[in-house]
């Protein structure tokens, strides 16, 4: 006996040396760990150097104090003021990160805009990109992957911005058009984080990464969290929350006509029948491809789609469903035309695999000569077997001019000046594949332009109306008129702000914006402009608005639109056909547009004259059906009703639904008593908020108060409360 009690501690020292060997081991090369799929780093705790300084006078900080730039400002160059650290990955997978920042110096104008940002990179991730919630998706610049984002990007660096003065997890890069950040880890091993100075004064207090599926935003940035320390001093984070109730299948299709490998004659019409399904929701968008192009787009019900006159030739049609709740499914068929040509294109790669596309310039003819003077119009034809063009791009002697998304308007150069010109147009695929083609072409004598001088002039704007100080009556629309210019290239881009947010983007053509039925305050409208090489420019004015004064002359009277059928609250029972029809008017014009959503996604439109749309063998569930009209000078007006479907009425109604800022009020149904637990969701399925309700100590019309501020981007959310063995679904629209 007296051996054994002597051998107990020896033997538990001797594990308890193995075991810091292997944690040491397994450690080896990091100081951080992902822990149940969350990686906390205090920022503090980096090894700095140079100008970057460890305070703590800003209050609300984690920790011991936070991370402040206060050397020169590197707007254009990353890998300055360099910070490294490595983490270990032990569950590989997709992870989001975010930092809580802050502003640090308060610049007199535009504040929230400026010292606000630094530069980031995962250089040995499997992948490393920005992604917003419809799945949009834009790449560090110097990357090889298209699209990049939007300002400054090389090297592999995304530049990382917060528009706030506070305390913020807000972590965005590509500028005006805000992405999520993304790293993808393929194994187990240790990765490197870089971060690099861009601003001064941008403050980095904590940051996190959180495995995307496993675990949620909210509980990686809960801020008690200790560091992940690959030391074991950290105590490890709670294991992930389980699933949402409700895991989703996803829909189905087949293509019932043509069949696949069928010939046709030349000039006859085709037409695409499919049948689709989904066994848990319902098909909210059918969409159509022939060659990997898209033709044609339907919501919930699909209309055979006609390939009218069809050329010979050879053709992939592919058709392609979404459910509500965004999975999706494809079938496709090959067909020939003529007599049996050329036999359909091969299948397409394995995944990992891309076809690269196609173009060729089809107009101006390679050799061909102008007079000086003229317009040269630069034509193109570009395809991709196995997926879409996404980017065109024209190129004047190496200098860029004209960039189009995936539908090409053709580039005309005007009052083309004596010369030899080489002329490329190149493509991006929706893999970042790119194919080019180049002609050449003289003007007058043939002799080459002078060399560019390699500088970029900005671009110029101004506001044209409304006049800087102006006032206005409350409910008056104000057009918001700009004129922009490029002495060395053109304007691609126009963004109007509304005391400082985003309120309208257009390209190259810039439609006038209105702000209709304006309420009671100061405004201050800013246009800012982007040229073909990225440049900016902007135009700010000040107006306010209450004085009482009459609206301006020639201002428009919106249109007004009411939802007929079905009633707002009104049940449904499973499989009924739901006509939703609409009343509408404009007293100084007419209605050109009626568009009718449900669940905020397009399912309807019509022109002047409306026919009412059917919701046919609608499945159990919460909807909320929007009509919008426009009238003839672009201003529209909306009404929102909420149906419930199936449960015999047993539903909770969330209003106001769209909601843009404040409450949202969801009345409960009576089954609720007690205590009951409820889960926000977004439409990709991350988790945004959780909590318990405690029906006892509502009011009693039984209102839960939910803040749509935890809901950050426009989209749709859905509220799911589980009480007892009922769970209740109520989609709310973020406007």
């Not at 919930?300 to 789609?305: A, G, L, M």
């Not at 690269?356 to 040269?376: A, H, L, R, Y």
Request: glycine share 10%.
């Amino acid at each position: 006996m007296k051996l054994k009690t002597t051998l107990l501690p020896l033997l538990a020292f001797i594990l308890s040396i193995t075991f810091s060997h292997q944690l040491a081991a397994q450690c080896s090369g990091a100081q951080f760990e992902e822990k149940n799929g969350i990686v906390i780093i205090e920022g503090e705790s980096l090894s700095t150097n140079s100008s970057w300084r460890k305070e703590s006078s800003k209050s609300g900080y984690t920790g011991t104090g936070y991370l402040i730039w206060r050397g020169t400002q590197y707007f254009g160059a990353p890998g300055n003021g360099l910070i490294q650290t490595t983490v270990r990955i032990n569950n590989p997978g997709k992870y989001r990160f975010a930092w809580r920042n802050s502003i640090g110096i308060i610049a007199p104008s535009n504040p929230s805009t400026e010292h606000n940002d630094s530069w980031l990179k995962f250089p040995n991730a499997s992948k490393f990109y920005g992604e917003k919630s419809n799945g949009s998706r834009v790449y560090p610049g110097g990357s090889g992957q298209f699209p990049t984002a939007e300002g400054n990007t090389s090297g592999g660096w995304f530049k990382v911005y917060v528009n706030n003065l506070n305390w913020t997890w807000d972590t965005y890069t590509s500028d005006f058009d805000g992405h999520f950040i993304y790293a993808e880890f393929n194994s187990p091993g240790v990765y490197t984080i870089q971060i690099s100075a861009r601003s001064s004064g941008h403050i980095i207090d904590r940051m996190i990464l959180h495995r995307v599926g496993s675990t949620s935003f909210g509980a990686a940035t809960n801020t008690s969290l200790a560091q992940t320390f690959c030391d074991g001093s950290g105590t490890p984070p709670p294991p992930p929350p389980p699933p949402p109730p409700g895991e989703n299948d996803p829909p189905t299709v087949n293509i019932t006509n043509p069949s696949n490998g069928a010939s046709f004659s030349v000039g006859s019409n085709v037409t695409v029948n499919l049948n689709s399904n989904d066994p848990d929701g319902s098909v909210t968008k059918h969409e159509i491809f022939v060659n990997g192009t898209r033709v044609d787009t339907d919501g919930t019900s699909y209309s055979p789609y006609v390939i009218q006159n069809i050329a010979q030739g050879s053709y992939a049609i592919r058709a392609k469903v979404t459910d509500n709740s965004g999975a999706s499914a494809e079938s496709t068929v090959n067909i020939t035309v003529g007599g049996g040509g050329t036999p359909p294109p091969p299948p397409p790669p394995p995944p990992g695999g891309n076809n690269d596309p196609t173009v060729s310039i089809t107009s101006p003819s390679n050799g061909q000569n102008f007079n000086v003077g003229s317009t040269v119009t630069v034509g193109a034809s570009a395809s991709d077997s196995d997926g879409s063009i996404v980017k065109y791009q024209v190129y004047v002697n190496n200098s860029l001019k004209d960039t189009d998304g995936s539908n090409y308007t053709p580039h005309k150069i005007t009052n083309i000046a004596a010369g030899s010109y080489a002329i490329r147009v190149t493509v991006t695929d929706n893999d970042g594949a790119t194919a080019s083609s180049t002609v050449n072409i003289t003007v007058g004598s043939g002799n080459p332009p002078p060399p560019p001088s390699g500088d970029n002039n900005p671009p110029t704007v101004t506001i044209t109306s409304p006049n800087n100080g102006q006032n206005f009556s409350v409910g008056s629309t104000v057009t918001v008129g700009a004129s922009a210019s490029d002495s060395d290239g053109t304007i691609t881009k126009h963004q109007v702000y509304v005391n400082d947010i985003l309120v309208d983007t257009d390209p190259a053509n810039y439609t006038p914006h209105k702000i209709t039925n304006i309420a009671a305050g100061s405004y201050a409208i800013r246009v800012t402009v982007t040229d073909n090489d990225g440049a900016t420019a902007s135009s700010t004015v000040n107006i306010t608005v209450g004085s009482g004064n009459p609206p301006p002359s020639g201002g428009n009277e919106n249109p007004t639109v009411t939802i007929t059928s079905p009633n707002n609250g009104q049940n449904f029972s499973a499989g009924s056909t739901v006509t939703v029809g609409v009343s509408a008017s404009d007293s100084d014009g007419t209605i050109t547009k009626h568009q009718i959503y449900v669940n905020d996604i397009l399912v309807d439109t019509d022109p002047a004259s409306f026919t009412p749309h059917k919701i046919t063998n609608i499945t159990t569930g919460s909807y909320a059906i929007r009509a919008t009209v426009t009238d003839n000078d672009g201003a529209t007006a909306s009404a929102t009703v909420n149906i419930t479907v199936g449960s015999g009425g047993k539903s909770a109604i969330a209003y106001p639904n769209p909601v843009t800022q404040g409450n949202v009020n969801v009345k409960l149904p009576e089954e609720i008593n007690g205590a009951a637990e409820y889960i926000i969701i977004s439409a990709s399925g991350t988790e945004v908020k959780r909590g318990v309700i405690n029906t006892d100590s509502l009011s009693n019309d039984r209102l839960l108060q939910i803040n749509s501020a935890s809901m950050k981007n426009d989209g749709v959310y859905y509220l799911v409360i589980q009480a007892n063995y009922d769970v209740y679904t109520v989609p709310i629209i973020k406007q």
